[in-house]
Structures are given as structure tokens and as C-alpha cells.
T-cell receptor, first 113, second 113 residues
Framework: DSGVTQTPKHLITATGQRVTLRCSPR?????VYWYQQSLDQGLQFLIQ???????AKGNILERFSAQQFPDLHSELNLSSLELGDSALYFC????????????FGSGTRLTVV | DQQVKQNSPSLSVQEGRISILNCDYT??????FLWYKKYPAEGPTFLIS?????DKNEDGRFTVFLNKSAKHLSLHIVPSQPGDSAVYFC????????????FGKGTRLHILP
């Protein structure tokens, strides 16, 4: 158990629908990062939140949005889903300072049918 | 624009031999480099890192080498073991600690019996 909790583990939904992915960071970590892993695409950075505020944006589609709540958990909302949105979505967290990389959750596998 | 490149999608190595995974980067502002390991159905886990002020970092069977002039780093695993079969992601970040980590596409390592 990495300490980063992602729910649900698996999600199957139809095109056009909307889903919410949830992430609870490791205790004490203020930053939350969302990454998408599609086939052959590695880990694509989507968005970062730090202590409730958006800090950085990557290749996140306009149909996608995220937020970080006062208790530091984060949600990634995906709407108007398309087949190409099928992927693994990872959440990671990091402490306020210092190096050492991120701690990742086990991911949510989204399948759009 | 791929700032971190892993040009070998897969690599097969005999058990007991040395595994060498390569990574190139384009952004000279990167000053910290990391390797992550990922098993199926799990999130990536931090393996080893190296600061740009060093050219080598060793941790047990794992050694990372950094050649700044060539913008190249490599991960050596000696001796390779069956449990090393996984996807390995090379990653890099810039001096601003709040900046996101950029990942390569990964190399799938197969350790052959």
C-alpha cells in the first residue's frame, strides 16, 4: 500500500457519459498530480494541485476538469467521454518540499464503450 | 514534444546478466532524474534517482549513470532477476520543485530464465 488511494479501480461507461475519479493523497502530502497512461503513450501529465489550488496544467482536455478539496483529496472529472479516453488514470502525491519523486496510487482503469 | 525519450519499447535479458535501460532528455534545465518501476495493475513505484551534480548513484543491484553533456542517463541492473520484469519509466524534473515530473514512454524489461 503506497498510501495514495484511488477509487474506483475499474470503471466501464458509455460514450458521452461523465465520470469522477477520486484520489486521496498520502498523509502529509500537499500536492496531487493526475497522469493518464494510454497505450504506447507513457505517463502523460494532466494537472497538478497544491494545497487546494491549481498549480500546473498539462495536456488536459477541456472536457476534463479537476479539483482538490480542503481535506486534500482530489477528483478528476471526465465528461462527454469518447472511446479514446479509455486509459489508466494515475494520481500521485508529493510532500511540501524536498526531492524524492512522487508516490503513485494503483490507478483507475477507465474503459469507454 | 517529448522531453524525455526512451527509445527502446522493450528489452529482453537473460537472468543473471546485466540489464541496461537507456534514456535521453532534451531540456538542459532538468536537474533531477528518476527511474520508476511499474508492474501490471499497479502504480509506478520509485526506484532510484540522481541529481545533476552527480554522474553515478548506486543502490544495491541498481545503478544510474548520468552523462550531462550527452543528455543521457542509463539504469543498470546487476544481476538481473525474474522479479525485475516490469516496465521502467525514466523521468526528469526542473530546479523548481513545484514543477511537474516529465516521464518517458517506458521500456518493458523481460528477464528470461
Amino acid at each position: 500500500d503506497s498510501g495514495v488511494t484511488q477509487t474506483p479501480k475499474h470503471l466501464i461507461t458509455a460514450t458521452g457519459q461523465r465520470v469522477t475519479l477520486r484520489c486521496s493523497p498520502r498523509s502529509g502530502d500537499l500536492s496531487v498530480y493526475w497522469y493518464q497512461q494510454s497505450l504506447d503513450q507513457g505517463l502523460q501529465f494532466l494537472i497538478q494541485y497544491y494545497n487546494g489550488e491549481e498549480r500546473a496544467k498539462g495536456n488536459i482536455l477541456e472536457r476534463f476538469s479537476a479539483q482538490q478539496f480542503p481535506d486534500l483529496h482530489s477528483e478528476l472529472n471526465l465528461s462527454s467521454l469518447e472511446l479514446g479516453d479509455s486509459a489508466l488514470y494515475f494520481c500521485a502525491s508529493s510532500p511540501p518540499a524536498g526531492r524524492g519523486g512522487y508516490t503513485f496510487g494503483s490507478g483507475t482503469r477507465l474503459t469507454v464503450v | 514534444d517529448q522531453q524525455v525519450k526512451q527509445n527502446s519499447p522493450s528489452l529482453s535479458v537473460q537472468e543473471g546478466r546485466i540489464s541496461i535501460l537507456n534514456c535521453d532528455y532534451t531540456n538542459s534545465m532538468f536537474d533531477y532524474f528518476l527511474w520508476y518501476k511499474k508492474y501490471p495493475a499497479e502504480g509506478p513505484t520509485f526506484l532510484i534517482s540522481i541529481s545533476s551534480i552527480k554522474d553515478k548513484n548506486e543502490d544495491g543491484r541498481f545503478t544510474v549513470f548520468l552523462n550531462k553533456s550527452a543528455k543521457h542517463l542509463s539504469l543498470h541492473i546487476v544481476p538481473s532477476q525474474p522479479g525485475d520484469s516490469a516496465v521502467y519509466f525514466c523521468a526528469a524534473e526542473r530546479m523548481n520543485r513545484d514543477d511537474k515530473i516529465i516521464f518517458g514512454k517506458g521500456t518493458r524489461l523481460h528477464i528470461l530464465p
